[in-house]
Structures are given as structure tokens and as C-alpha cells.
């Protein structure tokens, strides 16, 4: 087997869970590409990485008083619309 294998290349790919497939790498998919069409491997210690990460980057949330945003003591977020006991949310 290991005779078969010489000419053999490893594709890295350095991401989320066991394969790409679920977390798609153009990097990837352009070297399966290269290799079906015309035989073409990675060259050697090629490492792949995905496109995005596996969940979305939450955007960051301003911090302290109401100067900067952060002074909601007693409200709750429900999505993007900010809700306060007891006031009617607007209309969407």
C-alpha cells in the first residue's frame, strides 16, 4: 500500500469539525477541482482553511453608562428591537 501511495499528497485541512463539507474551503475545493480535471496535487504542507467561521461573530456591545450605550438597567433585548417592562413595543 505504502507503494501506492508514494506519489500521494496531503491536503490540510485546518478547520472546524471532520471534513469541509459542513464548513465549506474555496481552497479546498479548488484543489479537488485541480486534481480531478488535469491530476494536479497540492504542493507539499498545503493547509486549508475555511471560508467562515462555523457561527456567526457577534457584533460587540457597548459598555458602561448611557454615554456610551450601555445604560438599559431593567430592559431585555428580545432580536433587535429593545423592550422595556411594561411599554408597547413598535410596531415592526
Do not use: F, N, Q, W
Not at 4 to 33: F, I, M, N, Q, W
Not at 39 to 62: E, F, K, M, S
Amino acid at each position: 500500500m505504502a507503494g501506492e501511495l508514494a506519489d500521494a499528497r496531503l491536503l490540510t485541512y485546518d478547520g472546524y469539525g471532520h471534513t469541509a463539507v459542513l464548513h465549506p474551503s474555496g481552497c479546498v475545493k479548488a484543489h479537488e477541482s485541480r486534481y480531478l480535471v488535469d491530476g494536479t496535487l497540492p504542493p507539499a504542507g498545503t493547509t486549508c482553511r475555511p471560508d467562515a467561521p462555523p457561527l456567526p461573530v457577534p457584533a460587540p456591545r457597548p459598555i458602561g453608562g448611557s454615554a456610551t450605550g450601555g445604560g438599559t438597567a431593567g430592559t431585555k433585548a428580545a432580536g433587535s428591537v429593545l423592550v422595556r417592562p411594561g411599554v408597547a413595543a413598535p410596531a415592526p
